[in-house]
């Protein structure tokens, strides 16, 4: 019995460092496990930031889309103000401009009026003279006459003699002054 007992007493020596052996390898794992169970929890609060950032990034790209919205709308408004602006002063420039050409276009008439009714004045002046060197008989030494040009019934001019050309007004101006000047 001794020896049956010394046998249970190395069976169960023998179970109890199986057991210690066992249980030692059941360690292993077990803190393998909580390793794990750890990573895992810091992976879901990863995984959760994550998340939050997301929805914080989409609030943000709204925000955003809204603001590019708003801008892309103030554009607009701005754009069109600024086309009334310029529709507005085109239209007051063409008015005036229109005005100025009305007022222009009337001293301009005026002008012309005046030009004709002044080239009146130095035909009939001219006419005048011409009858007037008519009647002055023409010599050897005379300087400024009348010619008529074309013939008996061509247009009467004043004609420089001595030149053989036709007379400017200033040589007509001075030989009548020095004729009513004698």
């Known amino acids: 019995m001794n020896s049956n007992k010394a046998v249970l007493e190395k069976d169960i020596e023998l179970l109890n460092s ?38 914080q990034l989409e609030a943000d790209v709204e925000l955003l889309n809204q603001e590019k919205d708003r801008l892309h709308t103030a554009v607009e408004l701005l754009k069109e103000e600024l086309s009334e602006e310029k529709d507005a002063f085109i239209h007051s420039a063409i008015i005036e401009l229109n005005e100025s050409f009305h007022e222009r276009e009337k001293a301009l008439a005026e002008n012309e009026k005046v030009v004709a009714r002044d080239n009146q004045e130095l ?39 001595r030149e053989k050309r036709r007379a400017t007004l200033k040589e007509v101006i001075n030989f009548q002054w020095n004729i009513t000047g004698k």
């Not at 803190?31 to 810091?42: D, F, H, M, Q, Y």
């Open 18 to 55: 199986e057991k210690a052996k066992i249980a030692s390898e059941l360690e292993s794992p077990n803190k393998e496990k909580a390793i794990t169970s750890s990573a895992v929890e810091l992976f879901n609060k990863e995984k959760s930031t994550l998340a939050s950032e997301k929805i």
């Open 123 to 161: 035909r009939e002046a001219q006419q005048e003279l011409i009858k007037q060197m008519e009647s002055v008989k023409v010599t050897r030494n005379t300087v400024i006459g009348v010619k008529r040009m074309g013939g008996e019934s061509g247009d009467q001019v004043l004609w420089n003699f």
